[in-house]
Nanobody, 115 residues
Framework: QVRLVESGGGLVQAGGSLRLSCAASGSIFNIIRMGWYRQAPGKQRELVATITRDGIINYADSVKGRFTISGDNAKNTMYLQMNSLNPEDAAVYYC?????????WGQGTQVTVSS
């Protein structure tokens, strides 16, 4: 089992920045990819960014150039630096971890962007 705990969400003005963190614990040695997804009210959950164990990174087109995903293996923590936030970025952000058998999710952290 893998446990994921997100933090760092909150209220920010348009144009501002936030950094989300995802702390992983448990059987993390089999994780092959981690990522951030988000879900706005009335919309489907969508991919924001992923990073593989080999360091391959993928971003949604809507966040390229504004968001940066990174990881600290020593702390078993993944980050999402979000800059130039706009109201369309407001959502619950979820941390995701994938091993060969199971998809794990955190409880989510709310990001609110005021215009």
């Amino acid at each position: 089992q893998v446990r994921l705990v997100e933090s760092g969400g909150g209220l920010v003005q348009a144009g501002g920045s936030l950094r989300l963190s995802c702390a992983a614990s448990g059987s993390i040695f089999n994780i092959i990819r981690m990522g951030w997804y988000r879900q706005a009210p009335g919309k489907q959950r969508e991919l924001v960014a992923t990073i593989t164990r080999d360091g391959i990174i993928n971003y949604a087109d809507s966040v390229k150039g504004r968001f940066t995903i990174s990881g600290d293996n020593a702390k078993n923590t993944m980050y999402l630096q979000m800059n130039s936030l706009n109201p369309e970025d407001a959502a619950v952000y979820y941390c995701n971890a994938v091993d060969p058998r199971i998809n794990y999710w955190g409880q989510g952290t709310q990001v609110t962007v005021s215009s």
